[in-house]
């Protein structure tokens, strides 16, 4: 599904990413973890197409990200869910889910459902099936953040991409939601059969939802294992090493 | 300023851990001062307010004597008696059919003032994306470029030139009345509400665009689903704020414009009606009144 040969990312002087191959199968939950600024956000965003590698290259489903225009051909292929600011907030909730629906829609089709919504037993069995489908003609800004989220998700189900990349999706809710949080997700990706990608600072939530754990530091692979392969030594190198900075800092 | 405490205690902490004694942050040169500069620019400015005022009163052409000498005062009262329509045997503020005669050139010069900002705001939607920076980081062709800094001399080219003169030019070209009046009125204020949309644009926080755009919109759909949706309601208290400075400006353009309760009040003027024009007066306060009343309460309801 994705495919990263020597791909590298500078800003500046900062080295981002140094070059990293890998290979990630469709079907796979994979779990970026490292400290903050370790380069996962940008792994993910390289992944996701919206950024291009400065050396090597990525690509998605055969095709490099240089050839895939941002709209609709990418958006097939990847859904992105932020960290819960990804919504509209003076929008209702419907037309932020038909927002999914964009890249399948003309201009004047998206002009018409913004005033008569199209579509919209799609738009509710996507609200529906992430458990907030009551809230359907609900200014997004009076939802609770964790409600966002969801409605985020739900705007994916209605774009269908292959495969969802999500950045800490579960960051900014509270413990017992994300887990509920994170069910879903796993859920949904798995109907389907798409790849599911997340950044995940939780340790223990990274290794119970996903398959496959990708560590990185300083822009640079710490280790890429299956779940079940990651070692007490492996998290306690990741942690040690974490501590190690943070006095260099001092 | 304020990093300099913190560098002071971070020092300290080191100090403390290297050699096991507690930091004298005291004796630490750079601590917070009350700043001398300060200090002296207080001073400095009771010394620039005495001097100004002992230089205008001892100015002797700058007449400072007029302003309470007897003959101003007589001119004043005067004024004000004619004013108040003494010694008329029915001052216009107490004749019904003046008070009608007022009103409609009140709801003449409200028409005048809706028009002006109507064309302002159809101006600024048309061209507002045009003169505001790029929402979305994707590069731009060089013709976005070109229209963009046409956009922006546009603006700033509008909004420079007042309503007056605007107005000036314009009886020019169109007989002088209300459209006239609206056109001046409406230009000015084109570059105005141009610059400030574009401004509520380029702060919009990006986040929400990006999504759209990567959920598959293209550039018009992501106008529509993110942009535009985001946008509307600071736009909409920008117009309406700026209608309640139109309403404030029309009575200068309807003097030369020849409309509305401008053009009455310089008639007024000009033919010595005094209490015509304490009638204009009340009736313009009125209407000013009633306008920014509308204009809190629909601010408030766009929120």
Redesign the interface.
Known sequence: MFELVDATKRYGPLVALAPLSLTITAGERLALMGPSGSGKTTLLHLL?G?IQPDEGRVAIAGRSTETLR???D???L???M?QG???????AVV?NVL???????G?GR??LS?VFPRELPLAQAALNRVGVGTKLYERTARLSGGEQQRV?LA?LLV?QPRAILADEPVSSVDPARAEDLLTLLVEVAAEDGRTLIASMHAVPLALRYFSRVIALRHGHLVFDRATTAVTEADLTALYDLRQEEARDV? | MSANPLKVE?RGDRLALDAGRTPVASSEPGLPQRSLALRASGWLLVALVVASWVFVVSEPSAHVGDLISRETLDHGRDFLQQLAGVGEARPAYRDPGQWRQAARLAYRTLAMSVLAIGFATIGTLLTVMAGARPVLD?GRPWPRTLLFGLTRAAWIFSRAVPELVWALLIIFVFSPGILAGALALGLHNFGVLGRLCAEVVENL?R??I?????????R??TL???VL??A??AFLTFVLYRWEVVIRTTIVVGFVSAAGLGREFRLALSFFHYSDVTLLVLVYVLLVFAVDATSVGLRRLAR
């Open positions: 996701a919206v941002p709209g609709r990418l958006a097939r990847v859904g992105v932020a600011f990804d919504l509209v907030p003076s929008l037309h927002a999914g629906r964009l890249g399948e829609w201009i998206s002009l913004l985020a705007r774009q001092r | 971070a994707e926080d986040r929400p990006r999504a759209v755009r990567s959920a598959g919109a293209g018009g759909q529509l689903y993110a949706p985001s509307l309601p």
